[in-house]
Nanobody, 126 residues
Framework: QVQLVESGGGLVQAGGSLRLSCAASGRTFSRNAMGWFRQAPGKEREFVAGISWSGGSTTYAASVKGRFTISRDNAKNTVDLQMNSLKPEDTAVYYC???????????????????WGQGTQVTVSS
């Protein structure tokens, strides 16, 4: 059974930092693109960051570019999201996602991802 489990969420003040981690089990995703999405209350899920299977290419939503960094460790089957200079509008449930396609590129499209985690809450207070 494939599982993606997010961790690292919590409450932080505006301007602070958090590091989210996503651990995959049940299969390896070392040859698959992975990404992070988020959903705020009353809003649709939106793309945050994506990384190619090799880690050589990344893509970010305009709202987080320059503040967030996505990275992966294929040996550990994990993908992280370093979030700096957090703002109250970053408050959301953050989801990790993985593509089933091998050698996939970084993608901002949710339909490119086949596996999803349960999410971790990030709350940024003003």
């Amino acid at each position: 059974q494939v599982q993606l489990v997010e961790s690292g969420g919590g409450l932080v003040q505006a301007g602070g930092s958090l590091r989210l981690s996503c651990a995959a089990s049940g299969r390896t995703f070392s040859r698959n693109a992975m990404g992070w999405f988020r959903q705020a209350p009353g809003k649709e899920r939106e793309f945050v960051a994506g990384i190619s299977w090799s880690g050589g290419s990344t893509t970010y939503a305009a709202s987080v570019k320059g503040r967030f960094t996505i990275s992966r460790d294929n040996a550990k089957n994990t993908v992280d999201l370093q979030m700096n200079s957090l703002k109250p509008e970053d408050t959301a449930v953050y989801y990790c996602a993985a593509a089933a396609a091998y050698y996939s590129s970084a993608s901002s499209r949710d339909y490119d991802y086949d596996y999803w985690g349960q999410g971790t809450q990030v709350t940024v207070s003003s």
